[in-house]
Each structure stands twice: as C-alpha cells, then as structure tokens.
C-alpha cells in the first residue's frame, strides 16, 4: 500500500501539458454535438421510496409519450433516470404535457446542466 507522501509525490508527477504527448485537441464538432446532446435531455425521478422496475417504467413511458422521434431512456440510480429526445419539440411537448406520474408517484424534471 502506498503511504500520503508516495501518493503526494505520483500526483505531483502528473501532467496533462500537451507537450508531454498524451493530450489531444478535441475536434470543434465533438464539442458542438455534445452541447447539442445536452439540450436534448432532461433527469427524471420518480418520488416514491418503493424501488421502481426500471424496465416496466421505461416501457411505459415510452409508450404513453408517442414522441415523435423517440426517446432514450437510461436508469442512472434508484428511481433516477436520464432521457434522451431526439428534437426540441418531442421534449417541450413533454414537459409541457405533465404533470407526469408513474404507478402514483410523481415524476420530478429537471434539465442537464449546460
């Protein structure tokens, strides 16, 4: 195991100067798409201190929302999930449309930080 001062001086040692070789420039539309991701996606959780099933919860929204051009919706952590619109429109129209709740339970949104 490695003591305080052995893991202070590997950290020291650390570089991500470019020069050292291992950094690399992102290209400009990389950065471009992924701001464009994240305006396309909200965090959702569902206030009930039951565990929902993820599975049966992902179908069902999928289902009820008929978004145009379909959603992608990810577990995160208990009851927290991540969706993933493919236009503007299919995520205003479902934040406009809510309240939204699922066996009962409120649904909570919020955007993804920009």
């Known amino acids: 195991m ?11 040692s650390m570089n991500l100067l470019e ?29 009930t201190y039951k565990m929902v099933k993820e599975d049966v919860f992902m179908g069902v929204l999928a289902k009820i929302w008929r978004v145009k051009e379909g959603v992608e919706i990810e577990s995160v952590a208990q009851n927290i999930f991540t969706f993933q619109f493919k236009n503007i429109e299919d995520m205003q129209q479902i934040l406009a449309g809510g309240p939204w709740t699922f ?12």
């Open 2 to 12: 490695c003591s305080h001062e052995e893991i202070a001086k590997l950290c020291e």
């Open 19 to 47: 020069k050292g070789g291992l950094v690399q420039r992102l290209h400009e539309g990389l950065k471009t798409s992924g701001m464009w991701r994240l305006a396309l996606s909200l965090v959702g959780k569902v206030l």
């Open 103 to 114: 066996d009962g339970a409120l649904i909570v949104f919020g955007e993804t930080i920009r």
